[in-house]
Structure formats: structure tokens, C-alpha cells
């Protein structure tokens, strides 16, 4: 009886063929390869499997998935079946099942190390540390001379915080090595680093500065150098000897903030409530390096935090004065949380008037001989009007930007300001004049023009915004949206998803916020071809910062905002009852004239028909796709919105709510509206108490406390 699991020369050579076309990612060469070999072998295991992976990476997954599996089932026993089940399961980020596959792998041929490697991945992606332990420990006694596996076990003792232990690994690789690597001075530099920071997160802070100052020379990123060595002398205590190192960073950047702070905390102030005797100090030691620096801007704005009377308006007075003459039009911005004190804005908003009344009067400042330029009077303006909305006084504001723009017409940023005043006036489609006014002043300008589409938004114009977005999308792309969710624009999503729900358009509503967390997802997910790439580049600290990054990702603001939109409308649908799909088109189109009303369901069904007819042609044309091109099977949003439980599918972003964003009110609010829905009274009582530690006023909490209460007799 013959085995179907054995090839002829030929045929394993093709099957060589074959998997060198995968390597390349030539699968449609591969394809028709692994065809060739099945004509005369159709039930061998291998090159079903291999065949499957290659119509999965073309787009058929299914197709593909039925042949893997069919290709497992004719040879259980091969590393191959189920090497590339892993890979068709890793294809479609599901690593869980991935890691399963290629532990049965292992099981057949443990020592193959392609297998270990991309197992060893999948571990590090899914932050299994002590699987990836093992598996680095594997790799070393498969491959003891190669050097990137020793520092992966070094580096996955690291993430075990098992600082002594990936010390050891990396002397034993050290001492092993016969001859001296040929390494360049930055890997050398890296790897002296890495070896530091691990003494370092020991607690081996003397051993720590020793080893800096015995391979100085050795380390070429002097300026990580500099701030390893000052970080460890003030954990150390050794706060003068720290203070002169900070401030050789500080020479090498003066308007870095956080060497400044630093340079402080080493004189023993506190920053967070400072004394009158800290704050002398503070102005003692900002002088000196004023002198030093005359061009630092954080040296000049420094004092304005801690002055106070007199002292404070006489500075506040020079440095208006200064920046009104360079007509920086960011200098309220850099004033915002000087601002926040009644105080010192009473003196500010007084000294932007004197100054204003003065070039009114004399065309200069008081004082001086020479005339100012026109401009320092426009931006002492927009100053103004800047400072009135901050206020909220939208009188005021308006007063003086219609003075800025008296005075020099083709500023555009006179009517961005004027819009921004209108749409904190709630006046959002004059505002959405004036920005768009400010667009057609330069149509060059890319932000400018993200800014007129916002206002479109948010004003409810999404047609016009959409055509506003396309004058900087791709010419070949097939809408400005696919361009814009193909290059992750969160803020264009969001906007238009709220412009949606205010139209009760849920569907698409729902359909760009978990596009928005598909984008965080997809972050998160990219990091995966990095682990192997990092660990051979030697960039050990820059990897170490993208992982914490990557824990954190979905703590980003519009990751929060998206997520809690999306809560609130699930909860919305849940609480009224189920629609028909004729009832929700009707309460579409509710506020619209029984004409406009007839063309505007015309439009939705041409639409539908064109959409439909496009499926059709993208359907016909797959098998020559060469890339993985998806078609979007839910245009409108209708299979999210026919979703089975609302409450159920808020369950996700709940936990990811409370996980990031831990500290706002809103994350414990909606957590205890939903598991009040959930019956799960225990997480429903423990956001409840969160909340009202954040906030005990707040009448949402009062009344989740109400709902919770009576859902509990």
C-alpha cells in the first residue's frame, strides 16, 4: 500500500518551490505550485496545508481553512500541518490558537527552531513572560553561539523583573564567546545601556554608577548617559553631585522643562506646594541660568508660576511685552495655566489693555521712542479676544477679533479665532462660515482645511465635509473616508460619527466608533513585527518603551471619547424598543419635507443599488487579486445595530474603561449603569463607590445609586 504522505524527487522538489514562493510572498506562484504537486499527489497532507495557507494570504480564507484542516487530517503527525494552521491562525490574530498549534508542533519535531522562534513571538505579543522564558531558554541550548538568543532570555528575565538572573545570562554569554564579536560602537553602546538599566531596576544603584563610569567611553549616547547617571545619584541621595549633571543636559538643551524641574528638586524644593523660602530659591537659581541662557522661553515663563503681588506683575508686564513685539500667536496658550489663577488673570487681562491703549494712543509703549510695527497691535487683539473666550465673554471676544480683522483682512488666523468664538457661543453654522472663510484664505493649508471639515461635522454637513476632507486624500483612493480609516484618522471618525447619531443615523454611528477601536486594536497588533527586529537592531531601551507604550494605547483620549460614545449609545438603543428597518428609514428622515424626504430615500436607493452592484463586480474579480482586499459586507452599520444584546456588547469597552481610564468619572458611571442591566450587583456596587470617591455631587452617580437600590429588593 503506498503512503500519500510521501513525494516523488520531483514533487518534493516543487514543494521546496513552493515553500520558497511563501517566503517571498509570491502566492499566487505558490498556489498554482502546490496545485501541480496535488494533480499527482491529491491527498497529500503537507501541500493541502500548505495550499490552504496560500489561499488564506490570497483572501479565500475559507477555502484555505477547510484545506489545512482537510491536509491535518490525512497527517496528523506533521510539523508542517501544524506549523501552518499556527500561521493561518497568527494571519487572523487569533495567537491564542496559534500558540496551541505550534505547541503541537513542537511536540513532533521539539527541536525546530523556526517553530520556536515565531512560538516565542506569539508568547512576547500575548506578554506570556514565563512561556517566553522557557522558550528562550530553548533557543539557547538549541543555538548556544548565537548572540540574539542569549539576550532574548537576558531580556525576558528583565520582564520577569528576574534582574540577577539576566545579568548572569549575559556575563556567561560573554565569557563563553572565544573570540571578541565584531560589534558596532552603538550595539556595544545599546548593550552597555540595557546591562545598566538591569543593575539599575535591581537596586544595584552603586554597581550601577560604577559601570557607568567604567565604560564611559564606550557608550556612545551620551546624553542617555548623562540622564542614567543623574537619575541614579538622586536615588542615591547624592543631590549636588546630580544638580551639576543636570544642568550639563540643561546646556545641552535650555528649554527642556523636566531638566529644569530636576535641577530644582536637587535644592530641595517642593514643587507641588512650594514655601516662600522655595520659591526664592526657585527665582534665585532661574536667574543665574537666565544669565547664562537669555534665549530659553522656559526660563522666562518659569517665575510667572510662583511670583506673586508685585513681584509677579512686573514680570508679567515684561513678558507680554516682549512676545506682543515677536507676535507669537501661541503666547496665550503658553499663559493657560497662569491663567487658571483669578488673581494673576485680572493682572494679565489689565496689563493686555494698558498695552493696547498705549498703541492706540501713541503707536508705541509707554516708555519707548520708537513706534511699534501695525502687527504688535493686531496680536495684542487677537490676545484679547483670545482671553475674552476664555471667559466666555463671546461679546468682548467678537469686539476685538472684528477689530483684527478691520485692521489686516488676510490673517487667517483672525477668522479660525472668530469661528472658535461662535462655536463657543453655540452658534455652529456661522461658525462654520467664518472657518471655512479662513479655508478659502489658503487653500494650501492642511490644517486649516481639518479644521473647516471638524466645524462641517459638527455642524451636521456631512456631505460637504466629506468633499472638504477629499482635497488632501489620495486622487486614486476610492472615497476620502477609506483614505482616512486606511491611515487611522481618529478625530475625522469620531466627529463624523457624532454628526451622525445627531441625525439618528446609529448605524453608521456604531460602524466608525468600532472602526475607531478596530484602529487601537490594529496598534496594538502591529507591534508584532518588531520583537525579532529590536532584539537584532540591539535597541533594547526603545523596545522596552514601545512595549510599555503598547500596554497602555488604549488610554489615549479618543480611544476614551469613542469608547464612551459608544457605551452611551448601546445603552440608548437598549432602552428604547426595537424598530423595523421601515421605521428607522421613516425616523431618518423625520425632519425632512414629504419632498425632500421622496429624493432623499431616492438617493438611499440608488445608493444600496450601487453598493450592491459593486459586491457583485469586487466578487468577480477576487480570484485575480493578488492581496488580501476585504470587501465591507456591512456598508451601513445594520448588522451592529441589529445586534442581539446591547447591553452585552458594552461589556468589552466597559472593561477596557476601567482598565485605562480608572480615574474618570464617566468610566465608573456607565460600569455601574451596565452591570446594574447585567444583574451583576458585586461590579456594579464597586463602580458605584469609585464614583462617588471621584466625585459625590455628581447627579449621575445619585442616580445610578437610585437604580442600583431598587433593582436590588
Known sequence: ???????????????????????????????????????????????LALKGLF???????????????????????????????????RLDK????????????????????????????????????????ETEYQLVNLRPNNKQFWIGLAFSYFLLKRYDSALKVLEAFESSLKEKPTESKYEVSEMLLFKNLITEESGDLEGALKHLEEFEDKIVDKKSLLEARARILVNLNRKDEAEKIYKQLFDRNSNCDSYLQNIFKCNNINLES?????????????????????????????????????????????????????????????????????EKAKVIESTALEYYDQLEKNGKFDGDEQKQYPTTKLWILIFLSKLYDNKRNSTKALEYI?????????????????????????????????????????????FVNSKCVKYMLRNGNIDEAEKTAGLFTKVDSPSPLADLTE??????????????????????????????NKHFNDIYDDQFDFHVYCLRKSSFRAYIDLLQYEDKIKSHPYFFRAAVALVKLYLKLNSQPRKTKEELEMEKYANLSPSERKKALRKARKAQLKNAQTQVEQTQKKEDNTTNKKTDDDPNGEKLLNAKDYVEECVPFIKSLLEFAPNKIESHILASQVYILKKKYLLALKSLKKSLAIDKNNGEVHKNIVQFVKNCK
Open 402 to 446: 472684528n477689530k483684527a480683522i478691520e485692521h489686516t483682512p488676510t490673517l487667517v488666523e483672525s477668522y479660525m479665532l472668530k469661528a472658535r468664538i461662535y462655536k463657543h457661543a453655540g452658534d455652529l453654522e456661522t461658525a462654520m462660515n467664518i472657518m471655512n472663510e479662513a479655508r478659502e484664505l489658503d487653500l494650501q493649508d492642511r
Open 94 to 133: 487569533n495567537y491564542e490558537e496559534a500558540i496551541k498549534c505550534y505547541t503541537m508542533a513542537l511536540r513532533i519535531d521539539k527541536d525546530n527552531i523556526q517553530i520556536v522562534r515565531d512560538l516565542a513571538n506569539l508568547q512576547i505579543q500575548m506578554r506570556n513572560y514565563e512561556g517566553l522564558n
Open 274 to 342: 512650594p514655601s516662600d523660602d522655595d520659591v526664592k530659591k526657585i527665582i534665585e537659581i532661574n536667574s543665574e541660568l537666565l544669565e547664562k541662557y537669555p534665549k530659553s522661553l522656559i526660563l522666562k515663563r518659569t517665575p510667572l508660576i510662583y511670583l506673586k503681588g508685585e513681584e509677579f506683575n512686573k514680570e508679567i508686564k515684561e513678558y507680554l511685552k516682549i512676545y506682543f513685539i515677536k507676535c507669537v500667536p501661541s503666547l496665550f496658550n503658553s499663559l493657560k495655566d497662569i491663567y487658571v489663577n483669578p
Open 487 to 516: 491611515m487611522q484618522c481618529t478625530w475625522y471618525e469620531f466627529e463624523k460619527a457624532m454628526a451622525y447619531k445627531n441625525k439618528g443615523d446609529n448605524g453608521l454611528a456604531l460602524k466608525l466608533l468600532h472602526q475607531i
Open 1 to 47: 500500500m503506498t503512503d500519500i504522505n510521501k513525494l516523488q524527487a520531483k514533487e518534493s522538489s516543487l514543494f521546496r518551490s513552493a515553500l520558497r514562493f511563501y517566503e517571498l510572498k509570491q502566492y499566487k506562484k505558490g498556489l498554482k505550485t502546490a496545485e501541480q504537486i496535488l494533480k499527482k499527489n491529491p491527498e497529500h497532507g503537507e501541500t
Open 55 to 89: 489561499l488564506c494570504n490570497l483572501g479565500r480564507k475559507e477555502e484555505g481553512y477547510a484545506e489545512v484542516k482537510r491536509g491535518i487530517k490525512n497527517n496528523i503527525r506533521s510539523y508542517i500541518c501544524w506549523h501552518v494552521f499556527g500561521l493561518i491562525h
